[in-house]
């Protein structure tokens, strides 16, 4: 690799990239959102060449020899981390019964029907909250179909017991949002008000003593069900659902509907034996499978890895497939393209081991003493990809739309 | 050539220093299955093993099940050599 003459778009030739696969691509373009703060767009990856083109902040990025070395260290981990994800075939899919409407369409529906309120963040108006309530109120009939008993949850996460006992902020630190507040002291609670009126603050400014709270925003709805069970003895499989707020940060890439910092997710969480979430987690897929179907909507079913952080991704995708743990659901926007919009997670003891959360029955031990430890699965629905799919199915005319 | 008995003992005494604390193990023992590898070993093994004892470890042995057992992997290095010998 070569530095790079600096401008607003910037070549790099970066040996790595030699033969890559489309899906090997893919992943570099995903793992380029985190590489460094220069970046604004990935606008080319050759493959043939083994060059990559970038729009760049030329202020940001100084005199390039950082960017470079980020550059190329993020393309040799992102390279090497799929050496062992093989391509493998669609366990199901279906086409839609007419062509679809396509990213035009979806295009004019998030021009009319979003607002944009910053990076990451848009408002849902009229046609649009009105399609994501309809499409929850379907996927929330799947859930009732395995009585899940619905809850309500925060939307912000106290980090201090599960994430450190799964690695979350080792494995996926790149799409954490931490959350900050003033301390509780009179006089630098007056001095920051004093400053936010003279200075007409929009953001603290540092120093004025912000502090961790020890939360983050929720990256998922379900780690606060798991919370919430801890210490929990039951004497059945469970299965709850909830409607929520998850938060991933996604440096460049945002896109409405599609790659939003705040959307909307609802989940199924199963908790029991290992028998009863494999088998309740299959009956999800299923109705899934079928909701697909009664909206025509183009779908494929895949085995599926997270988007972890590229130092780590090699190995964590790997045990991830080996495990066959991961199911996605993904949803045709065009010919070409598709978007994720479910996912069906098998957790074994994940996270049933750092909370003790057990059986009734002694049973089953393995090895540990007391009740059996249970196991968990979640199902998660992205309802804006929903939106986005049925939009690039049926148009951007809500008038066009068959009855949800 | 190293023996079959002295390459099982350096194979089995590599992985206890890489299983999970507590993780029982004998030779039959399935790594991912039973937990003992965790999700940021797996790539640890494989390196080891490649950089060990020589061995080019594909897709297909990893999920072939190449990978899963002390006595799975004494297969495989004993199978590459072998390969190469001839």
Redesign the interface.
């Known amino acids: 690799m070569t530095a790079p003459e600096l401008s607003e778009h910037v070549t790099l030739r970066c040996a790595r990239l030699s033969g890559a696969s489309a899906a090997v691509l893919a992943g570099v373009r995903a793992d380029l959102a985190f590489c460094h703060p220069a970046i604004r767009e990935v606008t080319r990856l050759d493959p043939d060449s083994a060059t990559l083109e970038l729009a760049v902040d030329p202020a940001v990025a100084g005199d390039g020899a950082d960017l470079t070395q980020q550059v190329q260290a993020v393309v040799g981990a992102s390279v090497a981390s799929y050496r062992f994800v093989p391509q493998t075939p669609a366990l199901w899919q279906r086409t839609a019964g007419a062509a679809l409407a396509g990213l035009p369409a979806l295009a004019a529906f998030t021009s009319r029907f979003l607002r944009p309120l910053g990076p990451g963040q848009w408002a849902l108006v009229g046609p649009a909250a009105r399609l994501r309530a309809a499409l929850d109120a379907r996927v929330s009939a799947l859930a009732a179909q395995i009585d899940a008993e619905p809850w309500h949850l925060p939307s912000i996460e106290m980090a201090a017991d599960l994430l450190p006992a799964t690695g979350y902020l080792s494995s996926h630190p790149q799409h954490v949002t931490f959350g900050y507040h003033l301390p509780p002291h009179f006089a630098q609670l007056r001095d920051f008000a004093a400053k936010a009126r003279s200075e007409a603050l929009a953001v603290p400014a540092d120093p004025c003593g912000l502090q961790p709270t020890g939360f983050i925003l929720e990256p998922f709805v379900c780690h606060n069900v798991y919370r919430a069970l801890r210490g929990a003895r039951l004497a059945s499989g469970q299965a709850i659902t909830a409607l929520g707020n998850a938060y991933r940060y996604e440096g460049h890439r945002f896109e409405p509907l599609l790659r939003q910092w705040e959307f909307s997710m609802r989940e199924v969480v199963l908790v029991g034996s290992a028998e009863y979430v494999a088998r309740q987690r299959q009956r999800m897929v299923e109705l899934t499978q079928g909701l697909a179907e009664d909206l025509d909507l183009a779908a494929s079913l895949e085995i599926a890895t997270d988007p972890f952080f590229v130092s780590e991704a090699g190995s964590a995708r790997a045990f991830q497939l080996l495990q066959s743990t991961k199911l996605e659901l993904r949803l045709g926007l065009d010919e070409r393209h598709a978007t994720a919009a479910a996912s069906f997670n098998l957790h074994a003891r994940h996270f049933t081991t750092p909370l003790d959360i057990r059986g009734v029955s002694d049973g089953d031990a393995r090895g540990a003493s007391g009740p059996e430890l249970l196991e968990t699965a979640c199902v998660g629905w992205g309802l804006e990809r929903w939106m986005a799919a049925f939009v690039a199915r049926w148009g951007a005319e809500p008038a066009d739309w068959p009855g949800l | 050539m190293m023996r079959l008995d002295s390459l099982r003992v350096e194979v089995r005494r590599y992985l206890t220093t890489l299983v999970e604390r507590g993780s029982?193990l004998d030779d039959h023992t399935d790594l991912?299955?039973s937990?003992a590898?965790?999700?940021?070993?797996?790539?640890?093994l494989?390196n080891h093993l490649e950089d060990h004892y020589g061995l080019l470890v594909s897709?297909r042995d990893?999920?072939g099940g190449r990978l899963r057992s002390v006595d799975a992997i004494v297969e495989l290095v004993l199978e590459q050599r072998m390969k190469k010998a001839s």
Do not use: R
Request: hydrophobic share 55%; glycine share 6%.
């Open positions: 029982t991912f299955a937990g590898v965790k999700s940021m070993q797996v790539l640890e494989v897709q990893l999920f």
